[in-house]
C-alpha cells in the first residue's frame, strides 16, 4: 500500500471520486480506464478507514446533501465493506478488492438508482437495467481487459446472496467474501435515508440482520462489526448539558464531543462522563462536521494489534539451515516459543503407537526422531503464524490442511511412515503461502485435476479453487526458508518442474495432490499420466489399487468439514 496521508481535502475526494465512478458507465470511451479508477478509490477507502475509523463510521450516520442517493449509498457500501474486513483482521489487499465489488454494484445504474431513490417510476429498458446492472458491470471490466476472478464471481451472486441472506428459509450460501459484500449492501441500503421509506440507525439494521440470518459467518461477521463500531464510536449521538453532541472518538476516560446545532458543528468538548449513544441520519452540507473536525489532534490514534513474526521466521530458517547433532541445539532454537510448546506436545502425538501426548518439549523430539525433529518444529511454528492469519475461508483451509495430514498419515500407514514430516510439512509452508500471497484468489471449490494438455502436473492451488501459484514468489520464498530441505525443493519441483523430470520425492507429493482433489473434490476422471502415477505410488506404499486406499481413508475417518 502506497504511503497514505489523511487529510480533509482525501475525505471530501472519496465522495467526489465515488460520484465521478458511478458515471463511467454513461461514456463507453471511458471503459478501459474503470479498473484502474476503481483500483485507485478502493485503495483511498481503505487507508482512509485504516488512519480514520471514527470518521467514517460517522459518514454511516452522515449523509452528504451535496451529493445524489447513489453517491451516498455506494460510500456507505464500501466504508461498511472496510468496517467488516477490519474487525475480521483481513489484510489490506484483500479488503480492496471487496471494496472494488462494492464500487460496482451501482456502477451502471447511478442515475436509475438515484431516481427509484426519489420514488419516480423507472421506464421498462431502467427497469431492466437495475436489474441486470451486474451483468453490464462485468461487461465493463471485461473491456477493460479485467482478469477473471474474484470480483466477478461476487457480483453475479451477490443479487441471489442479498434476497437468500435472510428469510424464512435457510438458504446454504458458501461464498463467504460475497456474504461480506452482501451484508453491506443490505446494511447501507437500510440506513441511507430515502424519502417515504424507513431508515434504519446502524444498530437496527445489525440487529435486524443478525436475527434474520441462519448463517453462521454472517452472524460472527456481525458481531464483529458491533464490537468494531463500539471500539470507534464515531457518529453516535448524546445528550451533553441538554444540547444534542456528536461524539467524535472514545478516550481512555471519556468522550471527545462536538457540539451540534441544526447538525452544523459549533464547539468540541472533552468529557469524562459516560453516555448511551444514541443513532439517527444526519442529512448536512457542512463541510467542517463532514471531513475536518476529523483531523483534531486530540483524537487518538486507532488501536494496532500487528505482530511482528521476524523472530519466527528467523527461527524457521535456522531449523532448516543447521544439521543438528544434538536435541539440546533444537531446543535452544526453539525455546523463545513457549506458545509452541502444547502445539508441539500434540504434533508428537501421532509418532506414538498409543496416540499419547508428550509431556516435555524434549519427549516430542526424541519421539520423532533427531532427522525429523527440525522438520517438525518448522511445522509446528508455521501452523502457529497460519492459525493468526485471518481470512474468510480460515475454517475451511484448516479443515483442508487437516485433511492433508490424515491422508498422508493413511497413506504410508503400510510402508515408509518414518517419512510423514518429510511429506507433510511442504504442504504446510505451501498453505502458509498461499494465505499470504493468494488470499483475494483462495475458494472454497476444489478445482478439477484434469492436466491431459498441461505439461506440469497439478498446483496445490486446486485444492483451494484457483490454477497455479506465483511460480516466482513461490521459489523465492522456498529457497528463502527451506533451501536445506530435500522435500521442500521436492514440492517446489512439483510445482514448476515438468512432469516428465520429476524426482522420486516430487512424484510422491503430486500423488498426494491428486489424492487430495480425487477424494474432495467433484467426480472426474484420471488422465492416463495421472492413472499410472497413482499406481505406481500407491503400489510403492504397499496399495493395491486406489480403491482400496480410499476405503482405508474412508475408515480412518477423514472428517474434513466443507460445507
Request: glycine share 4%; with cysteine.
Amino acid at each position: 500500500m502506497s504511503e497514505f496521508k489523511p487529510s480533509p481535502a482525501h475525505l471530501k475526494r472519496l465522495f467526489e471520486h465515488t460520484h465521478q465512478a458511478l458515471r463511467l458507465y454513461y461514456n463507453k470511451q471511458k471503459w478501459p480506464a474503470i479498473y484502474p479508477t476503481l483500483s485507485q478509490l478502493a485503495e483511498r477507502f481503505v487507508q482512509s478507514y485504516h488512519h480514520l475509523p471514527n470518521a467514517l463510521h460517522a459518514h454511516l450516520q452522515f449523509y452528504a446533501s451535496d451529493h445524489g442517493y447513489a453517491t451516498n449509498l455506494t460510500v456507505n457500501q464500501c466504508i461498511l465493506v472496510c468496517a467488516f474486513c477490519s474487525a475480521n483482521g483481513y489484510d489490506e489487499d484483500f479488503t480492496e478488492e471487496l471494496v472494488i465489488a462494492a464500487l460496482s454494484d451501482h456502477l451502471c445504474c447511478s442515475n436509475e438508482t438515484n431516481k427509484a431513490a426519489r420514488g419516480e417510476a423507472l421506464s421498462a429498458q431502467e427497469t431492466k437495467l437495475v436489474k441486470l446492472r451486474h451483468q453490464f458491470a462485468i461487461t465493463m471490466l471485461d473491456t477493460a481487459n479485467v482478469p477473471q476472478g474474484q470480483l466477478q464471481r461476487i457480483l453475479s451472486r451477490l443479487d441471489k446472496y442479498t434476497s437468500a441472506i435472510t428469510g424464512n428459509k435457510s438458504i446454504p450460501l458458501y461464498d463467504n467474501t460475497s456474504i461480506l459484500v452482501t451484508l453491506a449492501k443490505r446494511i447501507a441500503k437500510a440506513i441511507t435515508p430515502r424519502p417515504k421509506i424507513k431508515t434504519f440507525t446502524i444498530v437496527q439494521a445489525l440487529k435486524s440482520l443478525y436475527l434474520g440470518t441462519y448463517n453462521e459467518f454472517a452472524q460472527l461477521s456481525l458481531s464483529a462489526l458491533a464490537r468494531q463500531i463500539t471500539i470507534y464510536p464515531g457518529g453516535s449521538l448524546v445528550n451533553y448539558k441538554g444540547q444534542q453532541a456528536l461524539v467524535l472518538c472514545a478516550t481512555h476516560d471519556g468522550f471527545l464531543l462536538v457540539l451540534l446545532d441544526n447538525n452544523n458543528a459549533v464547539g468540541m468538548i472533552k468529557t469524562s462522563k459516560r453516555f448511551i449513544p444514541h443513532y439517527r441520519p444526519i442529512s448536512t452540507s457542512d463541510r467542517k462536521l463532514l471531513f475536518s473536525i476529523w483531523f483534531n489532534e486530540q483524537i487518538p490514534k486507532p488501536i494496532r494489534t500487528h505482530q511482528n513474526h521476524d523472530a519466527i521466521w528467523q527461527a524457521i530458517s535456522n531449523l532448516g539451515q543447521q544439521q543438528f547433532l544434538e536435541f539440546k541445539a533444537i531446543e535452544k532454537t526453539i525455546k523463545p516459543f513457549s506458545q509452541i510448546t502444547y502445539a508441539l506436545q500434540q504434533a508428537a502425538r501421532q509418532y506414538n503407537r498409543q496416540g499419547q501426548k508428550a509431556s516435555t518439549v524434549r519427549h516430542c523430539l526424541t519421539m520423532v526422531g533427531l532427522d525429523t525433529a527440525g522438520l517438525l518444529c518448522q511445522r509446528v511454528l508455521l501452523e502457529t503464524l497460519i492459525s493468526q492469519l485471518r481470512h474468510p475461508f480460515a475454517g475451511d483451509i484448516w479443515h483442508k490442511y487437516n485433511y492433508l495430514n490424515k491422508l498422508i498419515m493413511t497413506l504410508l500407514s503400510n510402508e515408509h511412515s518414518e517419512q510423514f514430516e518429510h511429506f507433510l510439512s511442504p504442504f504446510t509452508a505451501a498453505i502458509y503461502f498461499i494465505l499470504a500471497k493468494h488470499s483475494c484468489a483462495i475458494r472454497r471449490l476444489v478445482k478439477g485435476s484434469t492436466e491431459e494438455l498441461n505439461d506440469k502436473s497439478i498446483s496445490i492451488a486446486h485444492l483451494f479453487g484457483f490454477d497455479r501459484l506465483d511460480e516466482i514468489h513461490f521459489s523465492e520464498f522456498t529457497n528463502r526458508y527451506f533451501a536445506n530441505s530435500p522435500s521442500h525443493q521436492a514440492f517446489l519441483e512439483t510445482e514448476k518442474a515438468e512432469k516428465s523430470t520429476l524426482s522420486n520425492t516430487a512424484r510422491t507429493l503430486v500423488v498426494i495432490k491428486l489424492l487430495a482433489t480425487y477424494t474432495l473434490g467433484e467426480t472426474q476422471a484420471l488422465s492416463a499420466w495421472q492413472t499410472q502415477l497413482l499406481n505406481d505410488v500407491l503400489k510403492e506404499f504397499q496399495w493395491l489399487s486406489l480403491e482400496q486406499f480410499c476405503d482405508a481413508f474412508i475408515a480412518h475417518g477423514p472428517s474434513c468439514s466443507i460445507d
